[in-house]
């Protein structure tokens, strides 16, 4: 794994935030733009939720660090004086519902129209194919953040996209989205009940 | 998930020698005294090993971290200038076999004739108690390091010795975890085939 640039520093700016703001969300606004929350935090809240009403065990992954410089002063905590992200070889979320083994990326995008492709990279796109060869669930939470609108779509239709850019389409249309995908509406609690979708998608007779 | 203090920095030096020795390691020495390597170099290695064979999808999840101030320099990678190591809220290795979650820890000890349970904390063992909830493997390797002696044992029978701490004994004794456990011989590739020891103890047709 190399060293990844974060350009802006937003990653880091929303990691803090989520500490801090936990337990200061007004409970009865549950639209994105009223709540400044991330989707990153909509997970951790719904995954927590599943976690304590014993529904699922779903953890976020810590974010991957190259540690180069430590330092120990006596009698306190261990500092980290020097550090660098590193590009995950993994996705972000996984665990197991219902005995079978889950795994999926959360990615969300400011365009209206379709979801580019370079919200995610080659790593990434061969976990999930491995998942996928290992009889794992292995999707991906997308959020188009413009209209609140957020989707699971299965890894398969996710990596047929990623292989057909050669051919020069670098997004997936989000009508493509709408369609193979299925919408995750914003509730309370838990604010984004993927499981329900999982449910239906994966563990339906029917399938 | 509070903040952790390591107070020798043993881990972090681990860590770092990890990357730099991955390349250099004699590969006719198969005994750890010869070796000095790690259990994790050595579970590392057997689960890229898994993974480039096709036969198990399982990581070892990034080192938590707090970050506190980071800086952006100018055409040059982001640099954590401040950060702090959070204790674990969950066990390190994780991923899919044969379809099924596996999840477990790696722990070793120097003490000859018994485990003590201050390696593992509660947060670690709930954690384990809700993947055998969920209908997932959980199990540890336990490593004792002045023998070289290696085991896969059970996360029921870990969760039993550590409820019964109240009663006053606070490690495993070697005997138990041999006897319960079953022993993992250092090979070649993969080092450790712990693998093949969970296709007996849990996907025996017997169990």
Known sequence: MGTFHYPN??????????????????????????????LEDDLNQSNQYYLLTGKAVIHKKPTPVQIVNVEYPKRSAAVIKEAYFKLASTTDYNGVYKGRYIDFEAKETKNKTSFPLKNFHEHQINHMQQIIDHGGISFVILRFSADDDIYLFDCRYLIQYWNEQKEGR?????????????????????????LDIVDRVYFSPSL
Chains 1, 2 share one sequence.
Do not use: F
Not at 177 to 193: A, D, F, V
């Open 9 to 38: 520093g937003k990653k880091i700016v929303t990691a803090l935030k989520t500490k801090k703001k936990s337990s200061s969300v007004p409970k009865n606004e549950i639209s994105y733009s009223n709540r400044g929350m991330s």
């Open 170 to 194: 670098k997004s997936i249309p989000k009508g493509e989205i709408s369609e193979k995908g299925h919408s995750i509406t914003i509730g309370y609690q838990p604010r984004l009940n993927y």
